[in-house]
């Protein structure tokens, strides 16, 4: 195991409030070794943020780890003050989030934001840090870099923004990557290069990547294993092939059928009937069990997990399609 | 397509520009020329009343740009745009809702907003009956109105932006990436939502989104951008069926495809040219597989006797369209 560079062990983020304490993530264990890239989907508002701001050690306060553990490559993370994580954060783990805004300073030229962060996290000087900058921007597919360093981030398209978050990410050549939606406002050949770029940095520099996505295709195109996230807890975790073309779990397939296709018209999509509970109102059982045409009296009862494999999925369906 | 008898909106040679000269300082003591950015060179198209109108292409082609020139949030350099429709009833669904949603506002005064606008002297009860009509249509409960935009994940706050557009009770509708926080399953309610809302009350869509498979699924007819210009524009099943443009035919291979999927796909060869300083000639010479000489110093234009004014390239008027 000593390839494993990110070993999150159940943990639990919780977020106190007047009428009671909100469970956003509730006991989820997962790892990422070296060179792998797990892909983490599922319903909006599951807790495939909360579960990346933790790693990160940025939950806003009133949220707090409530319980579990959070390893990087063998050194305890999530007990660490905020200067300690700082300095982790950036050095050994990138952040990219869907929202560019949140990473870049609206009020500095894009160049000096990079070079600030080149020169925190190595010893380059301002001229060195200037030149790995623009290979940076470069390397992410900024056109015209000399003319666009000094540019303000108002000044470039939404996609262009993101690649300029993930130049920022890289800067500093982390262990772990925690990219959440890094492509969700790209076009399809920006996202090729970005996940064309992330599985380079895997392949050549053996970083483990989560990569937090809501397209099917690209988890399907770029990961190695999936995490399937349902209100708080993992409904499914497994390889690509697994969990693309052979869902275990009824949340998972309904996933996977609501997808638009490439090749067939349909005059409505499949949807999943219902949504998720609030998180102040999961039902006793499996969390999914009102929208769960399989349901029987166990899923009311019981909490499915996954077991102690970390592989599979989290349901009393047994294989022969009954709740045992 | 000179006849246009049921447009609710005409562009023609629609221009946009912005100044990105470094600062005077700098220009005064570098030496450095003024330079505009054409985000938006030369557009036209028109939208049937009731249809769906899709912008695809490259981040950074011009696509919002052109979403905001419609709803009068940028004033046009040049062309101009016809709305044959109320103009109060023009909504616009933003690419980034984190910095559309007002931070101190509560939900519930967000959503009522446009409503209030629009019928200024509506009953507070009738308003508030509607918001919680509208939380619901998105998949919210009423009692999120009462929260605040950052209490949410971002595929909610997608969802709240939604359902403040819908609550100005718009006729015409711009969607700039509506979905794209969206989980595949909310996704595919609120693309079924949005398509039942146009099949009875008629609603016309301007639709942004870089996901093919969502464009394939919504539109009626696709305009592809490149570098701040149409150079294809299609029915939808005749631009997936025969695509004519070389730029749209490497778009449509570079699809992340789930039920074919392609580990090693490489992205599109080249750079992605600057707008500021656009390649001469066609601006995709550069990455065409298909240029010759012509190319490099005439810009092809969409022309009635070209493929009825669907595709501006030189290779396309002499029957040449195949990249392979
Ligand atoms: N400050 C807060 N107070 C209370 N609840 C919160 C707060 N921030 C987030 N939540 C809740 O925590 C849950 C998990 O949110 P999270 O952002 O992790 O979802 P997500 O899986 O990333 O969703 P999306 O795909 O929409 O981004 C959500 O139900 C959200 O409403
Ligand atoms: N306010 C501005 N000032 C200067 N340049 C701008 C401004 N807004 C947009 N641009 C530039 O105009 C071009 C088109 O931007 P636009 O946002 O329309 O692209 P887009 O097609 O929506 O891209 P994306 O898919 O990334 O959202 C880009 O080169 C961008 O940098
Ligand atoms: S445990 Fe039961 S309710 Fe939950 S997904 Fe499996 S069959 Fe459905
Ligand atoms: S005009 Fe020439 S360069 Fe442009 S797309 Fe057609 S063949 Fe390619
Ligand atoms: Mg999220
Ligand atoms: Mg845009």
Known sequence: MSDVVLDVQNLRVEFPTRKGILTAVDDISLQIRQGEILGMVGESGAGKSMTGMSILGLLEPPGRIAAGTIHLSGDRIDDLDDTAMQSIRGRRIGAIFQDPLTSLNPLFRVGDQLVETIRLHTDLDKSAARERAKDLMREVGIPAVEERIDNYPHQFSGGMRQRIVIALALCAEPELIVADEPTTALDVSIQAQITALLKRLCRERGTAVMLVTHDMGVIAETADRVAVMYAGRLAEVGTVDDVVRRPKHPYTSGLMGSIPSLRKDVAELQMIPGSMPRLNAIPPGCAFNPRCGHAGPRCHRDIPRIDSTHTGAACWLGTKGEVA | ?324
Request: hydrophobic share 40%; net charge positive; glycine share 6%.
């Open chain 2, 1 to 324: 397509m000179n006849i246009r008898p049921n447009a609710i909106l005409e562009v023609d040679a629609l221009e946009r520009r912005f100044d990105v000269s470094a600062p005077w300082l700098n220009r005064l003591i570098e030496r450095k020329p003024r330079r505009t950015l054409r985000a938006v060179d030369g557009v036209d198209f028109a939208i049937q009343r009731g249809q769906t109108l899709a912008l695809v292409g490259e981040s950074g082609c011009g696509k919002s740009t052109i979403a905001k020139l419609v709803t009068g949030l940028h004033p046009p350099s040049g062309g101009n745009i016809r709305f044959h429709g109320d103009r109060d009833r023009l909504q616009m669904i933003f690419q980034d809702p984190f910095a559309s949603l007002n931070p101190r506002w509560r939900v519930g005064r967000i959503i009522a907003e446009p409503l209030r606008t629009l019928r200024p002297d509506t009953p507070t009860e009738q308003v508030s009956a509607r918001v919680d009509e509208l939380l619901r249509t998105v998949g919210l409960a009423p009692a999120d109105g009462l929260k605040f935009p950052h209490e949410f994940s971002g595929g909610q706050r997608q969802r709240i932006s939604i359902a403040r557009a819908l609550a100005g009770e718009p006729e015409f509708l711009v969607c700039d990436e509506p979905t794209s926080a969206l989980d595949v399953s909310v996704q595919a309610q609120v693309l079924n939502l949005m398509k039942k809302l146009q099949k009875d009350m008629g609603l016309t869509y301007l639709f942004i989104s870089h996901d093919l498979s969502v464009v394939r699924h919504m539109a009626d007819v696709i305009a592809v951008m490149y570098l701040g210009r149409i150079v294809e524009i299609q029915p939808t099943a005749d631009l997936f069926a025969n695509p004519l443009h070389p730029y749209t035919q490497l778009l449509l291979e570079t699809i992340p495809d789930l039920e074919a999927p392609k580990r090693d796909r490489s992205p599109m060869g080249g750079e992605v040219p600057s707008p500021v300083s656009p390649p001469s000639g066609c601006s995709f010479h550069p990455r065409c597989p298909l240029a010759f000489d012509r190319c490099k110093v005439e810009r092809p234009q969409r022309r009635p006797e070209v493929h009825d004014r669907r595709v501006a390239c030189f290779a396309a008027e002499q029957g040449k369209t195949d990249v392979q």
